[in-house]
């Protein structure tokens, strides 16, 4: 395998070997560079207008967004990755944070004291499992915030085409009340970068 990508979504197919891709390539994504960065700014910028003091973010990587939040809000998610390695590199990058390697259904099983649950643009590898994480954010986190930062592609989208392939599609799937949105693009980006807020309401 040639670049991440492959490790990840290849040919229209989930790879899902995070762990192999962290140990090979030191920045996947450029996270460094903070890149996505309408959608990123939107989730803030809701998490400091609903009054959102805690939050679970989940696929947080190498850590450089939870820090970008803790900069702009004073949160300290409790932020959780699949990849041993990549939590490993989080800590050391910024050992003032709260870094956990956790798989989500698992973590969701139990309520955990926080006001929101962030998905930091790991929706396209949660398809399989989306289902399950909806009951389990209704059985265990009914009455908070759930966000979700979110690229779509233009014209080029092979993989989960069968769920959603645009941010309304993705909306409509959703069953909770939806609080905001926003989606953002330049005429020369392949992509479509998104920020979703909604309300975990109870059945």
């Known amino acids: ?15 899902g070997k995070f762990e192999e891709m962290y140990q090979r390539f030191e920045d996947p994504w450029m996270q460094s560079r903070q890149p996505n960065p309408y959608g990123r700014q939107c989730a ?6 609903f009054g959102i003091d805690s939050l679970i973010e989940f696929g947080c990587g190498l850590g450089y967004y939870s820090n970008w939040i803790h900069q702009e809000t004073g949160i300290i998610p409790m932020a959780y990755d699949i990849s041993e390695t990549a939590i490993t590199k989080a800590r050391q990058q910024f050992p003032q944070l ?6 989500i259904v698992k973590v969701l099983q139990e309520p955990l004291p926080v006001d929101a649950i962030l998905l930091a643009e790991i929706g396209w590898y949660i398809l399989q499992d989306l289902d399950e994480i909806i009951e389990l954010l209704y059985k265990n986190y009914a009455g908070k915030y759930l966000l979700n930062n979110q690229v779509f592609y233009k014209g080029t ?29 330049t005429v020369e980006d ?14």
């Open 98 to 103: 709260d870094f956990r390697t956790g798989d």
């Open 1 to 15: 395998m040639n670049t991440y990508h492959e490790y990840v979504i290849h040919n229209g197919e989930f790879i």
């Open 190 to 203: 392949s992509t479509i970068d998104t920020s979703t807020l909604f309300k975990i309401e109870p059945k």
């Open 157 to 185: 989208q092979r993989f989960g085409r069968e769920y959603f392939t645009t941010l309304q599609e993705y909306i409509d799937y959703m069953p909770f009340k939806l609080i905001g949105y926003t989606e953002a693009t």
């Open 44 to 49: 803030i910028l809701n998490l400091k207008r």
